[in-house]
């Protein structure tokens, strides 16, 4: 599977024309899957969608990533060992300051049907705030990551950390310029941000 393969499609199933493209952003959702409605409103907001089935077509898709934006002799600021760990066999070089890149690489703790964001905290952030980051992210995330709500995925992070509940828990929302960007308190008043989300199905 390439790059741009599936694209906006949750892989298995078929968003119809009148569901993503005849409802108005601020109609009430449609009785769909989480996967499905997530797809629909992180378009919306700008993002760009790639699923994979494989690890291998993760890592195309890095590359594919790095070659459309330029960026064969950018660092990657992240902040997570795991990841980087996971990926070092990936033609990336990272660096952990932040000064001295371009892009963020990172995981999230959830990815949020209701409004196509993405749930993150100290685990990926530490205490930096989101206009902190640079301007372009990539997110590794997984399926089983989606649900249905912010308040599910407090709950599921709450549930998991116990008494050592991570800080600093917002969200990533915008991805383009909107006249309503600023609005959005969970935001914290953050810039938009070009974001890529390499989404693995592991359910």
Not at 80 to 86: A, P
């Amino acid at each position: 599977m390439g790059l741009l393969d599936i694209l906006f499609g949750g892989g298995k199933k078929k968003i119809s024309k009148e569901t993503a493209e005849t409802r108005g952003q601020h109609m009430p959702d449609l009785n769909l899957p989480v996967d499905e409605k997530f797809t629909i409103h992180f378009k919306q907001n700008g993002g760009k969608f790639i699923y994979c089935t494989a690890m291998d077509e993760i890592s195309l898709a890095i590359k594919n990533i790095v070659a459309e934006n330029n960026w064969q002799e950018e660092a990657f600021f992240a902040m997570d060992n795991r990841l980087t760990k996971k990926f070092e066999k990936e033609n990336i070089v990272f660096t952990d300051k932040v000064k001295n890149s371009q892009v963020f690489f990172t995981t999230c703790e959830h990815l949020i049907g209701q409004n196509g964001s993405i749930l993150v905290c100290s685990n990926q952030l530490h205490e930096r705030k989101v206009n902190e980051l640079p301007s372009n992210v990539v997110v590794f995330a997984t399926t089983s990551q989606l649900v249905e709500s912010i308040g599910e995925g407090l709950k599921t992070i709450k549930k998991k950390y116990g008494p050592q509940i991570p800080t600093n828990i917002t969200t990533l929302k915008h991805f383009k310029a909107t006249e309503e960007n600023s609005d959005d308190f969970l935001t914290y008043g953050s810039s938009t941000k070009n974001l890529y989300l390499l989404l693995l199905e592991d359910l």
